[in-house]
């Protein structure tokens, strides 16, 4: 166990290269078992979520090395079609091999994801998928036996809410299905756009990424190659956050602000001036903050439900009072009695939550939640008068490269104390 401990009051500053995109390189690396040989994918950032993925895809029988930045995963041998409860509760997002090992195998076993510190997470779309292709399910005892003895056959599936997990796993499981699978009310999110990349340039034909129609005509077989993941958007959210809370200056290299179109108008909302440049944003924030009126989560091009922990901490200290409204999971406001512990004012009620600004929050030793609320805590003790200790890194070690490390070269004082 180990924890965060912040001396709070210091002004972020500094320019930042920021990770490659936990999201996108989960799937990717998933793909990778459909592409029978060795694939080199860069720019994958060093999480313990990519750590229990390699697990997985070595448990497989793939062979994995990381190199840097770099990990060269090898499928050409795949010795097994099931993933063992250990390494599916390690990692609820595991879910997302089902696609792939079934693409590969034409049968796949893992067991049900349980309950998560955000949410129930049902995969009850992803099972929906499957079956849509030809995927016949059973379950027995907690395990999910799927098999298509006949192979997977292209068909029409339509969601019912745009589910990324849901829409990834369709477009494993049909990219080396017989026929043309059409994905109706398909996820939007640049992680699936950078998946389906990657597809295609396996030599996969998908149509229509990042739109709401996903067409993906069938391939007998797919080539590795060598691929880059995209920049982490909600990683660029949470430092720019980092820079608005404490009247900073910060630049962010090599991302992509057309993924952030919905989280930097309100940051100006809140006062902050921003800058871009080719792939560099600048923002300069102002000494205290305006209330942003209202922050509502939606699938992407919306507000992203994963930056709406970090923007609580941004209302908290801002002029004025702010609404937050949390559609995508139903308890993801966890953080939020933690802040209140620093002296936030903060009424809840379902997934409502209202803010009244505070000139300062104190430090004070908190709990991290869960990923995204724990980032929201170190936000916060990065602004708190004093000292904030934040318990629980583990949770914020599955989303943040180098944490304590890049907001120490942000100017901060972040240390981390092995309990
Ligand atoms: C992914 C992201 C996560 C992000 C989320 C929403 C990864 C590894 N994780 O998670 O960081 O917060 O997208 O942008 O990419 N649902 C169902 N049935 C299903 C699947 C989902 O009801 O079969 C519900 C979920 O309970 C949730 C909502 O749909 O309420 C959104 O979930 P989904 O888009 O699937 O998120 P994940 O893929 O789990």
Do not use: W
């Amino acid at each position: 166990m180990s924890a965060f401990v912040i001396k709070g009051g210091r002004r972020i500053s500094g320019s930042l290269r920021v990770q490659g995109s936990k999201n996108s390189v989960l799937p990717i690396l998933a793909a990778t078992v459909l592409t029978e040989g060795k694939s080199v994918i860069h720019n994958c950032p060093k999480l313990s979520d990519t750590d229990g993925t390699i697990k997985i895809l070595k448990n497989l029988g793939c062979k994995v090395i990381r190199e840097g930045s770099s990990i060269i995963v090898d499928s050409s041998n795949i010795s097994s079609a099931e993933i063992p409860e250990k390494l599916m509760r390690e990692m609820r997002s595991s879910v997302i091999f089902l696609g792939a090992i079934l693409g590969r195998m034409n049968s796949a076993v893992i067991s049900t994801p349980g309950g998560c510190e955000i949410g129930l997470r049902p995969i009850d779309l992803h099972l929906y998928a499957m079956k849509q292709l030809g995927v016949q399910v059973e379950e027995n005892y907690g395990k999910l036996i799927c098999s298509a003895p006949n192979g997977l056959k292209g068909k029409k599936i339509t969601f019912s809410f745009p589910s990324v997990g849901a829409t990834e796993n369709a477009v494993l499981a049909s990219v080396t299905a017989k026929g043309t699978t059409t994905i109706v009310n398909a996820a939007r999110e640049p992680e699936i756009i950078d998946l389906c990349d990657f597809l295609n340039k396996c030599g996969g034909e998908i149509y229509g990424a990042g739109e709401s129609v996903i067409t993906v005509k069938g391939k007998e077989k797919l080539f590795p190659c060598e691929y880059s993941v995209i920049c982490d958007r909600i990683a660029c959210a949470t430092y720019l956050i980092a820079g608005a809370v404490t009247g900073g200056d910060v630049v962010l290299e090599n991302t992509n602000p057309v993924h952030l179109s919905a989280v930097l108008p309100l940051l100006e909302e809140a006062g902050c001036d921003i800058n871009i440049r080719c792939r560099a944003i600048r923002l300069k924030a102002p000494r205290r903050l305006n209330r942003i009126d209202k922050i509502i989560t939606q699938p992407y091009p919306g507000f992203p439900t994963d930056a709406q922990a970090p923007f609580t901490t941004l209302v908290c200290v801002a002029k004025g009072t702010s609404v937050i409204v949390e559609n995508i999971f139903e308890s993801r406001f966890k953080h939020i009695p933690e802040l209140v512990r620093m002296g936030a004012k903060i009424r809840m009620e379902g997934r409502v939550a209202v803010i009244d600004g505070v000139e300062r929050l104190y430090g004070a030793e908190v709990v991290s939640p869960d990923l995204r609320g724990g980032a929201a805590l170190v936000l916060a003790g990065l602004c708190a008068e004093g000292e904030t200790v934040v318990n629980n890194t583990k949770f914020i070690d599955r989303g943040y490269e180098d944490f304590e490390d890049n907001l120490s070269m942000l100017n901060a004082d972040v240390k981390r104390k092995v309990n």
